[in-house]
C-alpha cells in the first residue's frame, strides 16, 4: 500500500461547527428535557432558570437522588442474592435475561474508544509472507494472525503479531503448518490455534498456545478432531464449537470447552443437526451466540444434505451452559455477524437458486439483530450493499461489516445505541484494498485489523495489512 495509505481526511472547522450545532439541537428535544433533572426549567431562550424557588427544588431534588441511589444499592444486592437463590428454579434462558438486565447499560459510549468513525485513523502493513485463511485472534493488546495458504496452494506455520502499544511486529511459529483453524483467547491470557487440515487433508486435535505473558508456545489436544472449528470466546472459558469432521457426518457437533487452566472437558450441541455456524459472543450481556452457517440435514448417510441453517444455540459465560435458542429467521449461506451491548448482528449471505426462474445465487443487504434482553431476534435491517462472507467485528459501540463485496471499499457500521447503522453522505471509513478470504480482528476493542486474503478476485494471496485505530490512548 506504501504511499497511499493515509489517514482519513479529518472534517474541516466548518463540518465540525455543524456537528456541534446539531448535537445541541438534539440536547433540546422534548426526549432531552425528559430526562433533565426537575431543577433545570428551560427559559425561552433555552438558558436555565436561576430563580431560588428553582433552586429549592433543586436542593430537595438532590436529596431525593441521594436516597434513590441509596435504594438503587440496596436493590442491586438484593437481585444479586435472589439471582444466587433462584439458580436451581430457573432455566438457564431466564437466567441469561436477568444477566442482561443488571450488566447492560445502553447509551454510553464504550471507554478507550474514539466515538466518532471520522476520526479514526487508518494506517498499512504487510504480513512478513502473502497467504489467505489466516486464522486471528487478540489477547491482551496484541493481535496474532496464524497459520493459512500459501499462493502454491501448501499451508503455512507463520504467526505474525502485532503490538497495539509498541506498534511492532514479530514472527513466530506454529508447531505444524495448517490451514483452516480455529483461533480465540482465554483468561486474557492465552491465545488459541486450534484444529485445522494437515498437509494429508485431515482434522486435527492439536491446539497450539501461546502465552501472551511469557511469549512461549505449548500444546494441548482437543477431544475431537476438527478443521474450521469455531472458537466462542466467553471470557474465563473458550468454546471450541463445531468444525469439519472428516467423517461420513462431516459435520461436528462436538463442542470442547478449555478454561483458563488450559484444561478441556467436552459436551455436544443441542440442536437437531450438526451446524458450522457463527460465534459471535457479547460482553455486555455475558451471552454468546451459535448460529446461522450451513447444517448436514442427513448426518451419517451415504449422501449428505447441506442446507442453510435456522440452528441457534446460546451459551452463558457465567456458568458455560448450553441451551438451543430462537430459530434464525432467514437462513443462508455466508453471512457474518458480531455483538455489541446486548445487540447480535448477522449481516449478508447469499442464497442459492434453480437457475432459471430465479438466479443461481443471489447476495443479501439483509442484517438480522438478536436482542439479548428479550432473547429473541428482531425486525431486519439493510446493509448499504449485499455482501457475502463479510467480514464483521466489534469496535467499541459499533458492529463494522467490511469486504464480502466488490462494488465498495466502504464500512457498513451499525450503532448497537440507537439500533440503526450509520447513514451519512460525509466520508466513512473504507478498505484500501478489495480481498476476499481475510483475517480480521479487533484488539483492546478499540483497534481493528484486516490482513491478508486474496486480491484480484482471488488470483493472487496478499500480505497487505490494514488498520483502523479508534483507540484513545
Known sequence: ??????????????????KKTTKAQAALTPAADKERPSSMARTSSGGVSKSKSIR????????????SKAKKVTRLAWVKIEQRRMASEMNIAGLL????????????????????IYDWVFSGAMLSEPRSSVAATSVGNIALF???????????????????????????????????????????RYALFAGGFDSSFKPMTLVDVFDAQTGQWSQIQLNTPR???????????????GGLSGDLQYLSKAVDYVDANLTVHSTSLPSEYPQLGLPIFDSTSGIGLYTAGYQNSRPGERFNDFEPSNQTTIFAAASASLVAGPLFPYPRWGSGGAAANGMFVVGGGHMFGDGSSEPLTTVTDRADVFHAQTQQWGQALTLSVPRDYPLVQTVGDYVVFLAGTQATKALDIFDSRTGTFIVNPRHTPALYTLRDDAAAVTVDGCLLVVAGGTVYQGRNATASVEIFDACKS
Not at 500500500?1 to 455543524?18: C, D, H, L, V, Y
Not at 429549592?56 to 436516597?67: D, I, L, Q, Y
Not at 505474525?160 to 483452516?180: G, H, P
Request: proline share 4%.
Open 146 to 188: 496464524a497459520g493459512g495458504r500459501l499462493q502454491n496452494g501448501s499451508y503455512s506455520d507463520v504467526v505474525d503479531i502485532y503490538n497495539r502499544k509498541s506498534k511492532t511486529w514479530t514472527v513466530s511459529r506454529l508447531s505444524v503448518a495448517r490451514s483452516e483453524i480455529g483461533a480465540g483467547s482465554v483468561g486474557n
Open 1 to 18: 500500500m506504501g504511499k497511499s495509505a493515509k489517514a482519513f481526511k479529518r472534517p474541516t472547522k466548518k463540518q465540525k461547527e455543524i
Open 227 to 241: 478443521a474450521a472449528p469455531r472458537l466462542l470466546d466467553l471470557g474465563s472459558v473458550v468454546a471450541v464449537v
Open 97 to 116: 435475561v436477568l444477566t442482561v438486565l443488571l450488566f447492560a447499560v445502553p447509551g454510553l459510549a464504550a471507554p478507550g474508544v474514539i466515538d466518532d
Open 56 to 67: 429549592k427544588k433543586a436542593k430537595v431534588a438532590s436529596v431525593m437522588t441521594r436516597a
